[in-house]
């Protein structure tokens, strides 16, 4: 990749607030995983991202704040998803249910089932997600 080359933008939620709290998070040190659908990617035709993959985090207002780099990708049934996982993703959940929980409001939203395509979309525990792991490599702006 040539230094000229544009980063894939790395998106977290929707703009808005909750991003804003999403980048903070990664920003701080906090956020090191997160967790999307497997339907998501493939409503966007899009490739899982491999490990060692470097795309640029995206705040609310379109800015690229950091560089980010892929570090593991696990593909898994929502009901594998692990306590470590839930902290990593630095949002202050305590346990794997009120994890969920939050996702689940997430991924219930119209916001989301408007992207997917499917207005009753919901999930259970063998929806299939994909959980990444991540690192900050440079702070950008």
């Known amino acids: ?9 790395y998106l977290l939620a929707f703009p808005g607030p909750l991003r804003d709290r ?8 906090e ?5 999307g ?3 998501e990617y493939e409503a966007e035709r899009e490739e899982l991202p491999p490990v060692g993959e470097r795309s640029a985090l995206i705040d609310s207002e379109g800015r690229e704040v950091a560089v980010l780099e892929v570090t593991e990708v696990r593909l898994m049934p929502l009901g594998d998803v692990d306590l470590q996982h839930a902290l990593d993703e630095g949002e ?5 249910a009120q994890w969920r929980a939050g996702h689940e409001e997430f991924w219930h939203s119209d ?3 408007e992207a997917l395509g499917d207005p009753g979309f919901t ?13 900050v490599v440079e702070r950008l702006g």
């Open 111 to 113: 916001e989301m089932r």
């Open 22 to 29: 999403l980048v903070a998070a990664v920003l701080s040190g």
């Open 37 to 39: 659908l497997l339907a």
């Open 1 to 9: 990749m040539s230094a000229t080359e544009p980063l894939k933008p």
């Open 31 to 35: 956020k090191v995983s997160t967790t």
């Open 123 to 135: 999930v259970d525990d063998t929806t299939m997600v994909v959980a990444e792991r991540f690192r």
């Open 92 to 96: 202050g959940y305590t346990s794997v």
